[in-house]
T-cell receptor, first 111, second 115 residues
Framework: SQQGEEDPQALSIQEGENATMNCSYK?????LQWYRQNSGRGLVHLIL?????REKHSGRLRVTLDTSKKSSSLLITASRAADTASYFC???????????FGAGTTVTVRA | GAVVSQHPSRVICKSGTSVKIECRSL??????MFWYRQFPKKSLMLMAT?????????EQGVEKDKFLINHASLTLSTLTVTSAHPEDSSFYIC???????????FGPGTRLLVL
């Protein structure tokens, strides 16, 4: 079942700008992951952050996790047209690798 | 990274027919495979979890007799949509997981259109 909510639902930015999207969840988690989906395609794993971690970087991506607020953010710096996609957060719980996905944020990067 | 394929990538069928979708892990052994359904501009909804050699575990509200899942080997799982109806039209995505990793690797998806 879905437990994540993401905001904004849609985001349009100029190439070179940063894009920030947020994800909130309801129950305790083990990990939180961010995935990217290009239109009509499968999901590509971006980054995983564990419940005992607060921040993680991977290239132009920065993810934060605040378990007290049950929320996470994904920051894409210096965006490119190729970053245009939908971004989903997904959580799993301890001893259960089933993923529960958020509603997603659609990002459009204008050239 | 790990590669997961799905076949077919898209299928159009008549109402009442059955459609089989294959999910293969190409370069690793997947102990667990997951099947998701995604409606346009919506998120992924988990349908079922399957472990090799055992029966699939279906999520609440998913009819197991309608969506037959077979996980015959560590590299292949199939989803059969039986007696398809137009409301079964959707994007079906599989993912594969291993015992040692927490990340799931997703297939490219299969778009099903039932006329």
């Amino acid at each position: 079942s879905q437990q994540g909510e993401e905001d904004p639902q849609a985001l349009s930015i100029q190439e070179g700008e940063n894009a920030t999207m947020n994800c909130s969840y309801k129950t305790s988690i083990n990990n939180l992951q961010w995935y990217r989906q290009n239109s009509g395609r499968g999901l590509v794993h971006l980054i995983l952050i564990r419940s005992n971690e607060r921040e993680k970087h991977s290239g132009r991506l920065r993810v934060t996790l605040d378990t007290s607020k049950k929320s996470s953010s994904l920051l894409i710096t210096a965006s490119r047209a190729a970053d245009t996609a939908s971004y989903f957060c997904a959580t799993d719980s301890f001893n259960d690798y089933k993923l529960s996905f958020g509603a997603g944020t659609t990002v459009t990067v204008r050239a | 990274g790990a590669v997961v394929s799905q076949h077919p990538s898209r299928v159009i069928c008549k109402s009442g027919t059955s459609v089989k979708i294959e999910c293969r892990s190409l370069d690793f052994q997947a102990t667990t495979m997951f099947w998701y359904r995604q409606f346009p501009k919506k998120s992924l909804m988990l349908m079922a979890t399957s472990n090799e050699g055992s029966k699939a575990t279906y999520e609440q509200g998913v009819e197991k007799d309608k969506f037959l899942i077979n996980h015959a080997s560590l590299t292949l799982s199939t989803l059969t949509v039986t007696s398809a109806h137009p409301e079964d039209s959707s994007f079906y995505i599989c993912s594969c997981g291993t015992a040692s990793e927490e990340t799931q690797y997703f297939g490219p998806g299969t778009r099903l259109l039932v006329l």
